[in-house]
């Protein structure tokens, strides 16, 4: 399944290469978590001539959402697409050690027969 993406530019005109550059480094994302609905993009300007840049990725349980500011546009993607792979591998983390933690504890519960043979 191939997720919706949504680029919107606010004040800057993107151009064919940017605007692939984008589309290839948010669908690296998809290695990360294979339940990725929608990716928002927004690219904007600020007063002093910097490029600002909202990333969004919803999944069907989070919202991952992370914006830098810096030089270059390609800059920007390049630092949010990492700062939301480090959110995706964190709560994929905690869900599996806490799936982990609550089979260890049901393993603990469990009372074996003395005369049960392995």
């Known amino acids: 399944m191939v997720p919706n993406v949504r680029l919107f530019s606010k004040?800057?005109?993107?151009?064919?290469?940017?605007?692939?550059y984008i589309l290839k480094r948010v669908n690296k994302l998809n290695k990360f978590s294979n339940k990725i609905l929608e990716?928002?993009?927004e690219v904007s300007m600020d007063?002093?001539?910097k490029?600002?840049?909202?990333?969004?990725?919803?999944?069907?349980?989070?919202?991952?959402r992370f914006e830098?500011?810096?030089e270059s546009i390609e800059?920007?993607?390049?630092?949010a697409v990492d700062e939301i792979k480090k959110q995706i591998?964190?709560?994929?983390?905690r869900t599996k050690e806490l799936r982990e933690r609550g089979a260890r504890s049901i393993k603990k519960k469990i009372v074996?027969?003395?005369n049960a043979r392995f």
């Open 75 to 79: 800059g920007s993607i390049d630092v």
């Open 89 to 93: 591998v964190k709560d994929k983390d």
């Open 68 to 70: 830098e500011t810096s």
């Open 47 to 49: 007063k002093k001539g």
């Open 11 to 20: 004040g800057v005109k993107i151009d064919g290469r940017t605007e692939e």
């Open 112 to 114: 074996l027969d003395s």
């Open 51 to 64: 490029f600002y840049v909202e990333l969004m990725v919803k999944t069907p349980h989070n919202l991952y």
């Open 39 to 41: 990716y928002e993009v």
